[in-house]
């Protein structure tokens, strides 16, 4: 059974429709594409190692001068996890979960979270290095 989401526009002439959550989700990705949906194929390799490596990096964030093993004894009791999961993490061998990642942006909060996941990079990049053709 699918979530329905109101897609209402108000003004004179125009119909209420509904959508299902998937077709907002959809409607949000084509946004952020620039309309170049069709031309996009995902890479799944590279975007797992793009993942993996900026989730390292932000749980490296608030220990610049840390070893891993240090950086691990101090996430693993926020995240409820083990040091050695979170060791598999920093070495980029791990995907973790969105509940975990979520966990951790929130710590750093959005404009921090969001300097660490894009860095200097702009969305073209971000595209090219994910798959875009």
Sequence with gaps: MSERVSCS???AGRREKSCTGFQVFWAGFR???GRREKIFTA?????????RARFADML???FP???????????APRLGVSDKTIQNWLACSHSASIE???IVGAAH????????LVGESTREEYMEKMGQK
């Design 60 to 62: 490296r964030h608030p």
């Design 65 to 75: 001068d840390a070893s891993d093993r240090e950086i691990a004894r101090s996430w």
């Design 100 to 102: 975990d990642i979520f």
């Design 9 to 11: 526009q108000s003004g």
């Design 109 to 116: 909060g959005v404009w921090t979270t969001m300097q660490i």
């Design 43 to 51: 890479n799944r390799v590279e975007a797992q190692d793009l993942a």
């Design 31 to 33: 946004f952020l594409l």
